[in-house]
């Protein structure tokens, strides 16, 4: 168990958001759950609380109710080595009915934002050459869905 991850709470559909979850990361597993006992709120016997694993990190997801929804204030990051990955986890988060925001976030179907963001996009960002950073900061900031070859690009001109 990780000292430290994510805890997610839904009104009613953590299994489903679930099963779109680990149908997306190939190294995925649920590592426990349990259903909602009798006599507890919400739906007898639907799941009431599951922690999976994505990819290694640990994520709780909680049948909790109405009333705690969530925000961009909490997004989880894919990092991504190549376009490839970028653009397979940006179609597949976005599957049911995501909404694109910019610079890598979107939002999935269940509310969760996401980053989809490429490995390389820190060491741009975070070098010694402050003119070149901005360069890719600004190639970055008219983007939706991250372009590694547009920020390569941005970063060598």
């Not at 989880?76 to 990955?85: F, H, K, M, P």
């Not at 890598?104 to 070098?127: N, S």
Request: net charge negative.
């Amino acid at each position: 168990m990780q000292r430290i991850s994510p805890f997610l709470w839904f009104d009613h559909n953590a299994e489903e958001a679930m099963n779109f979850y680990l149908s997306i990361f190939k190294d995925s597993k649920i590592i426990r759950s349990a259903n909602t006992p009798q006599g507890a709120p919400g739906q007898e016997g639907a799941l009431l609380v599951a922690t999976i694993q994505l990819e290694g990190q640990e994520i709780t997801l909680m049948n909790g109710g109405p009333g705690h929804p969530l925000t961009d204030a909490i997004s989880l990051t894919v990092n991504c080595n190549t376009q490839q990955e970028v653009d397979y986890y940006w179609s597949k988060l976005l599957q049911g009915g995501g909404q694109e925001i910019a610079c890598g976030w979107l939002k999935d179907r269940f509310g969760l934002f996401w980053q989809v963001t490429p490995t390389m996009l820190p060491e741009l960002l975070a070098g010694p050459d402050r003119e070149k950073a901005g360069r890719v900061m600004q190639a970055m900031m008219k983007m939706v869905k991250l372009d590694i070859p547009a920020l390569q690009a941005a970063a060598a001109h």
